[in-house]
């Protein structure tokens, strides 16, 4: 037969059932063009990150929260609160006390820091001051748990199932008799969030709306948006363009990630998402932490797992993985989840807390590599077959943005392997260079493939700190007469 494309840039989905469906799309993401292009879908290689600054190179001084107010990026990092600088410099600014995710939030004067169980605290501007919140009313109905801002109220949820307020634009001053319960349902509550002005208050299976209606009394009444998910991953409720995010489900039900929808909740996971967080046990389903961004025309949720991170582009409806390495002090290499803890937009930049240790990044898709270490992209095709017959493919051909080479890496190289059991093992490794600085016409092919007996799928591998983008892939098959 003729030489035709295949599909490629359908993103992750990996069934447990490999025969079935074995696409990977690790550090990669799927990009659809909106107008006619060379290929009606590419994938383009995730942004790197370079350093900053760094707040500390041990384990405790990873990130453990981010947030901008009035333009300016505020981390806490291990036991500190900084403010990163315009000049790229840190300003310590107090200590936050605990070793957990913490929440913050700001009303435009006050920055809110929130480590749950340990205490609240309060950061102001001119003159730089951290303060604890010490009114008594702060814990009166409960621990607090999580933070939003909303119509000049912090609000928390708490461990008694309540969600309470600060007076307006003051989170140092509480009432113990401002306070409200999400009663359409008694589970837990788990996170607060606002969407379009809106306060949903998050509990373990259901969700709730509330309204600010003024008045003397609490100013918070149900709207009358009923969601039927909850959460049992607070840190996961993350908002993002047109919508929010989170992972969850109804009682009973499997955790999937669902967004909010027209005043409801649709469910935006894939089953191969959903058979990853099945496997999440209680305590790792609940420490999952979710971050978003937008870049290049595309919005960006990540969810953070023990093993990987699942990232779904709201602009694509696609997902795929992200996963880092670095090299630890007895100098092996270790694959870890996305090592982005925080995101956060400043100064016309994206900057990221790292999961790591104390570094501050940026985030640009620009740069190839993370910190100066390679990033392993790995895409796998979905399985290709013609009614189970076997058949031979004499020619693939990858096509890439060839001519990528440069004085880090004069002869970039990719390499093809390939699976004819359906994605559970791969052999015949065979490298292709993509061509040295300025032969951009470099073509990427592979003869003679071999024979497939039912199907076949085609992985390709890369660590070139280069531009990679994949922009098409075609093949001539050939059944078995």
């Not at 840039?9 to 990669?28: D, I, M, R």
């Not at 009973?252 to 046990?281: C, F, H, M, R």
């Not at 699942?310 to 880092?324: A, F, G, L, P």
Request: one cysteine or more; proline letters at 6%.
């Amino acid at each position: 037969m003729p030489v035709a494309p295949l599909p490629f840039a359908s993103g992750f989905y990996q069934s447990p059932t490999l025969p079935l469906a074995a696409q990977e799309c690790l550090n990669w993401y799927p990009h659809i063009p909106d107008a006619p292009a060379l290929t009606p879908e590419v994938l383009f290689p995730t942004p790197g990150i370079s350093l900053v600054v760094t707040s500390g190179t041990e384990t405790t001084d990873a990130n453990r929260g981010g947030r901008a107010m009035n333009g300016i990026a505020y981390f806490v990092n291990g036991a500190s609160l900084y403010r990163l600088n315009l000049d790229n410099t840190l300003d310590t600014l107090g200590t936050i006390g605990g070793t957990g995710r913490v929440w913050m939030s700001d009303n435009g004067t006050q920055l809110l820091i929130l480590a749950p169980g340990v205490n609240g605290y309060i950061f102001t501007e001119a003159p730089d001051t951290l303060t604890t919140i010490t009114d008594g009313d702060f814990t009166a109905n409960g621990v607090p748990q999580s933070v939003r801002f909303v119509d000049s109220y912090f609000v928390f949820t708490t461990d008694t199932n309540k969600f309470i307020i600060s007076s307006s634009n003051n989170g140092l001053l509480y009432d113990a008799l401002d306070f409200g319960t999400a009663e359409s349902n008694p589970d837990g509550t788990q996170s607060p969030i606002v969407f379009k002005n809106q306060l949903f208050i998050i509990g373990e299976i259901t969700g709730e709306g509330f309204s600010n209606v003024g008045g003397a009394d609490f100013p918070f009444q149900r709207s009358g948006v009923f969601l039927d998910q909850g959460t049992s991953s607070p840190h996961s409720v993350v908002k993002t363009s047109e919508t929010y995010l989170f992972i969850g489900g109804a009682k009973d039900e499997s955790p999937a990630v669902w967004a909010y929808v027209g005043n409801g909740t649709q469910k935006v996971s894939t089953q191969a998402i959903d058979d990853l967080l099945e496997d999440l046990t209680a305590a790792e389903l609940t420490d999952v932490y979710g971050w978003a961004y937008a870049q290049s025309g595309h919005y960006f949720v990540g969810f953070d797992l023990p093993a990987t991170t699942i990232v779904y582009d709201t602009s694509t409806q696609r997902w795929h993985e992200r996963r880092s390495r670095y090299i630890d002090a007895s100098l092996d290499t270790i694959e870890i989840p996305y090592r982005v803890s925080s995101v956060v937009t400043a100064y016309g930049n994206i900057y990221v807390g790292d999961a790591v240790d104390g570094r501050i990044g940026l985030m640009d898709p620009d740069n190839i590599d993370e910190y100066g270490s390679r990033v392993l992209r790995r895409a796998a095709t979905q399985p290709f077959q013609d009614n189970m017959k076997p058949f031979f493919v004499p020619y693939l051909e990858l096509t890439m943005e060839s001519g990528a080479g440069n004085a880090a890496e004069p002869d970039p190289m990719i390499v093809m392997d390939r699976s004819t059991d359906g994605g559970k093992s791969f052999v015949w490794d065979r490298p292709r260079a993509i061509g040295k600085e300025g032969d951009h016409n470099r073509r990427i092919v592979w003869r003679r493939n071999g024979r497939a007996a039912r199907f076949e799928v085609f992985r390709f591998t890369t660590s070139a700190p280069v531009k990679v983008p994949i922009l098409g892939l075609h093949a001539d098959i050939m059944v078995e007469q």
